[in-house]
């Protein structure tokens, strides 16, 4: 049986943030298309998780990407319309019980955008 994967958010100008807390992750499979994304992996228990998410707003889906480690799998989705704030992560105005915001990210936007830009770099470069 598949389950929801624990999943964390936040909100930057330019990006929006996606954590999928798995331990151990296998076989990941990320598709970041320009208005959902799918997540689906196992942990080394064998436990299949899968989330579909349905996003607030556009995604360029061509300037995503996705990083695994070791405790989680973080997607970083470049926004199309910069500087525009997501109120929520999904299309739809329910909270699934496996979203939650990630608040020790979430923080003021003023002068963000040089740190943004320097996670997205250290992301990239693994």
Do not use: H
Not at 23 to 52: H, P, T, W
Not at 91 to 105: C, G, H, Q, R, T
Request: proline share 4%; aromatic share 14%; net charge negative.
């Amino acid at each position: 049986p598949r389950q929801p994967a624990k999943t964390l958010w936040y909100d930057r100008p330019r990006y929006v943030y996606l954590e999928f807390c798995v331990e151990d992750s296998r076989d990941v499979k990320v598709v970041i298309e320009d208005q959902r994304l799918v997540f689906s992996c196992k942990n080394a228990d064998g436990v299949e998780f899968y989330n579909e998410i349905n996003l607030y707003a556009r995604v360029n889906s061509k300037d995503s990407r996705e990083k695994r480690s070791d405790r989680s799998i973080t997607c970083f989705m470049r926004k199309w319309k910069e500087k525009v704030a997501w109120p929520r992560i999904t299309k739809e105005n329910i909270k699934p019980a496996w979203l939650s915001v990630d608040f020790d990210n979430w923080r003021d936007w003023e002068g963000d955008e040089e740190l943004e830009r320097a996670m997205v770099e250290q992301y990239a470069e693994v």
